[in-house]
């Protein structure tokens, strides 16, 4: 890979003035360095792929560069031209996430006087509101793939005069029950065009997307186990333990705000009685509530009037809160990748977070294997009081040594027998 000069300020980036004053205004004081080696190519014109931890600002670095293309643009674009035609689309895959970054770019462009009109579309809500704001065009569309395609067959939207693509949580976009929406969408996209693909993870079904859809993209991989901001923890605890170990962590650390996951949307709701019975009040937050119910608790969150929040893994994507200070997997994620998108709700920015993981002897293969996907390896450890019993111990042990047996010497082996104290 070639070696340049990264630009240290947004300045050294050729950003407009309206996007300085704006980003002065806001106290981004330096670009990231995902938004530092990512905006040149993307104010070029190239296609891009770039990976990056959470949090680490790429709303921002595609947002910033899409909005200066447009608004420096001769104006016989998509407003000017009969139909509701999108000049640039920004496919996510959640609710949440829609909302956000189509906040985040509407905050981005407040000096450009209404110049760039901007528009999410989600389900969960009535899509007579989305396609009233669709009329006559849109210069920036973010969308959830599902509505599109509604909002495409109803004729309330197209995408034949697209110039921009972006794919956010491009690995989540193709897990199952995106990937033959996003096919279908792709179908309808112009074959000239720049895209953009982001991510914090890019797993092996990225590769064929990027050979049909992306043209010489230049790629950035700025991922990093070892995120200097953010510490990751993992208890083992007594199988049936979890609940009295969870609150008493969140007891005796009197955390702000604790972001807590689980598998299951009943799951979330179990969790909460037996918390409220320890006396913690906590919110749940999963997909069988209603978008105005997810959007309250969310809103509510952030604020900080919500102390607790149980969460499904439609939080692990698309959730910014500010300065949050633990992250808890009460339940280990079924797909190990959903572990670093999990933690990545803290340590944003730079801010300093703790990811605590509980594992009871049923949960150690699964980490294990969480660890290997991941490229980490974290200490054992136990809570105070709840020290796991000799029985369970040997239990976690005779998990171990099937695992370690085919790596190689016995010296391997041992190296690798985890150690369940602090």
Not at 168 to 181: C, H, I, N, P
């Amino acid at each position: 890979m070639t070696t340049v000069t990264t630009p240290t300020t947004f300045t050294e980036l050729n950003l407009i003035s309206p996007l300085l004053a704006r980003l002065t205004e806001l106290e981004y004081h330096q670009p990231t360095p995902i938004q530092a080696q990512a905006i040149p190519t993307i104010l070029a014109g190239g296609d891009l792929i770039a990976g990056a931890n959470t949090g680490s600002g790429k709303t921002a670095t595609f947002a910033l560069p899409m909005l200066q293309q447009l608004f420096l643009e001769p104006k016989n674009n998509s407003k000017n031209t009969k139909g509701n035609y999108v000049t640039g689309l920004i496919l996510v895959p959640t609710r949440e996430l829609a909302k956000q970054v189509a906040d985040s770019i509407k905050s981005y462009a407040v000096h450009f006087n209404g110049a760039i009109k901007t528009v999410s579309v989600f389900g969960g809500v009535s899509a007579n509101t989305q396609m009233l704001a669709l009329r006559g065009g849109v210069d920036i569309l973010v969308a959830t793939p599902g509505r599109l395609l509604d909002l495409i067959s109803s004729n309330a939207v197209k995408l034949d005069k697209l110039k921009t693509l972006v794919l956010d949580e491009a690995d989540r976009m193709l897990s199952l029950g995106f990937t033959e929406e996003l096919s279908a969408l792709l179908a309808l996209l112009p074959s000239k065009k720049q895209t953009l693909l982001f991510s914090a993870t890019f797993p092996e079904e990225v590769q064929a997307l990027t050979e049909n859809l992306l043209h010489n993209p230049v790629e950035l991989q700025l991922q990093s186990a070892d995120a200097s901001t953010l510490v990751q923890r993992v208890f083992t605890v007594n199988k049936g333990e979890k609940t009295t170990v969870l609150a008493h962590l969140i007891k005796q650390n009197a955390w702000r705000q604790a972001l807590i996951f689980v598998n299951a949307k009943n799951g979330c709701e179990h969790l909460a009685d037996k918390l409220h019975k320890r006396g913690i009040v906590a919110e749940v937050f999963h997909g069988d509530k209603g978008q105005g119910t997810r959007t309250r608790t969310l809103d509510a969150f952030k604020s900080g009037e919500i102390d607790v929040l149980i969460a499904t893994d439609i939080a692990a994507r698309g959730l910014d809160i500010e300065k949050l200070p633990v992250v808890i997997n009460f339940d280990l994620p079924r797909s190990p990748l959903d572990y670093m998108h999990r933690i990545g709700r803290s340590g944003r920015a730079g801010e300093v977070g703790l990811a605590l993981s509980l594992i009871d002897h049923e949960d150690y293969h699964h980490f294990t294997i969480i660890e290997k996907k991941n490229k980490i390896r974290l200490e054992r450890e136990q809570v105070a009081g709840f020290e796991v019993d000799a029985a369970a111990i040997e239990a976690l042990l005779a998990v171990e040594k099937p695992m370690a047996k085919p790596q190689g010497t016995g010296k391997k082996k041992n190296k690798n027998k985890p150690s369940f104290y602090s």
